[in-house]
């Protein structure tokens, strides 16, 4: 038997990534209290390599190796380069967070560049298994950084509920995973659509009931009801730089395994899909957006409107066209950035002993500093989906491409509920613009952290006003 050598150049920036975060860790151990930076720098120094390294090799042709089990593609690269840029914003913002707190340390960071990992390995996966393994590394990251705060108990309670539900939805995962197995013989993409697209009568209930255990594993991991009752309190128990993560860059990770298993794989079984996509879609919209009326801590209230904006996304993919595929990648690339843009706010606002996560907190916030607040106006507005920003865009595209298949039912009611959420969102402008101060200590950003995340607001405008070339990427892109 031949052993055949892969060739490792697709999977250069993987590479790179495992083993900066494998130096991340040893650094740590031999820098001491002052030197605790130096963490930071080489996990900033990483990503940007990273993106470059990507962005000099992007083709336009699939480059299949390891036995066609990992794939660099367009989208995959495209995805990734937005998994960069947000995953820069969110060391960025933790950075003071973490000081004041005297949390700032290196195993943040490695545990942040393994999430990174993990993603990147979900995001060009063309396997089963290949994808398990991106999955299980981002979520045993994200597990231990929820609980990383040790002394806090709020937080160590959101770690084990987060662990044990996580547990039970990747047991969902494999078991979807193995039944398609059974029925296709195979783990790989490719070999399991034209399994499916040949398959008989006897074995289309197995296909069925591994798809729908499959559904189940992924509806858990974007957060989407009746399967979201992990995020809220995650979301609120966490601290809010690793809150900052999870609610971020992940979701572009997820889209990229929705797309792997459902679209590239499981085509053939559309109309089965299809179905059990927008009753998820449908209660996701509903509850995130009704729910969310009732929170009275930023951080639940943002978790809810995450529940709500997955429903959106799942629209996109339903649809099963290629205007549906891109406007949901359009969707899910817009809502990182607007994610990532409303938790740095919450930390921006914070100080030592104090967590800005009641909506209290932002009473009077445009007399304190009427640029953070226009700034925090501006993601508010997009989220509610207010013209001329981006959020506007976003949404209009997904209900194009669900009125595009003659859904127009479900355009309707996704419009109804954004016109519920619109609410709470508009509420938190209200209170900063009309509410009477009561905190009136100055905001002291830190300046690199008050350029990157006015840079954040600012680009929800600018994208809003100039859509066409980031849509017009995504179109190019999708399968």
């Not at 593609?73 to 960025?92: E, N, R, T």
């Not at 978790?303 to 099963?320: D, E, N, P, Q």
């Not at 013209?387 to 298949?405: D, E, M, N």
Request: hydrophobic share 55%; aromatic share 12%.
């Amino acid at each position: 038997m031949n052993f055949v050598i892969p060739d490792f150049a697709p999977a250069v920036p993987e590479i790179f990534v495992l083993t900066m975060a494998c130096v991340v860790l040893v650094v740590e151990l031999f820098v001491g209290d002052r030197n605790r930076y130096m963490a930071y720098v080489l996990s900033q120094i990483t990503i940007l390599v990273t993106a470059i390294i990507t962005f000099v090799t992007f083709s336009q042709e699939a480059v299949y190796t390891f036995s066609d089990t990992f794939v660099r593609d367009p989208m995959g690269d495209v995805l990734k380069l937005a998994i960069y840029l947000v995953m820069l914003g969110v060391f960025l913002y933790s950075r003071e967070y973490l000081n004041v707190r005297n949390l700032l340390k290196g195993e943040y960071y490695m545990l942040g560049l393994f999430c990174l990992l993990g993603m990147m390995i979900m995001v060009s996966a063309r396997n089963m298994l290949t994808i398990y393994l991106g999955l299980e590394t981002l979520s045993l990251s994200l597990y231990a950084l929820v609980a990383f705060d040790r002394d806090n108990r709020v937080a160590s309670e959101a770690a084990m509920k987060y662990f044990i539900l996580g547990a039970i939805a990747s047991g969902m995962l494999l078991y979807g995973m193995s039944m398609i197995y059974g029925a296709t013989g195979s783990l790989d993409i490719a070999a399991i659509a034209q399994s499916v697209s040949e398959t008989s009568a006897d074995r289309s209930l197995i296909l069925v009931f591994g798809l729908a255990f499959l559904i189940v594993g992924l509806a858990f991991k974007l957060g989407a009801v009746p399967f979201h009752m992990w995020v809220p309190d995650v979301y609120h128990g966490a601290p809010t730089s690793v809150t900052l993560l999870i609610g971020s860059a992940p979701k572009i990770a997820a889209f990229a395994m929705v797309m792997r298993l459902l679209v590239d794989g499981l085509q053939g079984l559309h109309s089965e899909w299809q179905e059990m996509l927008i009753i998820l879609a449908v209660l996701s919209m509903g509850i995130g957006n009704v729910v969310a009326i009732a929170q009275s801590n930023i951080k639940r209230m943002l978790a809810y409107s995450t529940i709500s904006h997955v429903g959106f996304i799942l629209l996109g993919i339903l649809a099963g066209s290629k205007q549906g595929y891109a406007a949901a990648m359009f969707y899910t690339l817009v809502y990182a950035v607007m994610a990532a843009g409303g938790f740095g706010m919450v930390i921006l606002l914070s100080r030592s002993g104090f967590e800005a996560d009641r909506l209290e907190d932002f009473k009077g916030l445009a007399k304190r500093s009427p640029w953070f607040a226009f700034i925090m106006l501006l993601l508010m507005f997009s989220m509610a989906g207010v013209p001329p920003t981006v959020g506007f865009y976003a949404k209009l595209s997904i209900l194009q491409a669900v009125v595009g298949v003659e859904m127009v039912w479900l355009a309707a009611v996704a419009v109804a509920f954004s016109v519920i959420g619109a609410f709470y969102y508009i509420r938190i402008v209200k209170i900063m613009y009309f509410d009477t101060l009561e905190d009136e200590t100055a905001i002291e950003a830190v300046p690199d952290v008050g350029w990157v995340i006015s840079a954040n607001g600012l680009a929800v405008l600018l994208f809003g006003i100039f859509p066409g070339a980031l849509m017009a990427l995504c179109a190019s892109v999708v399968a």
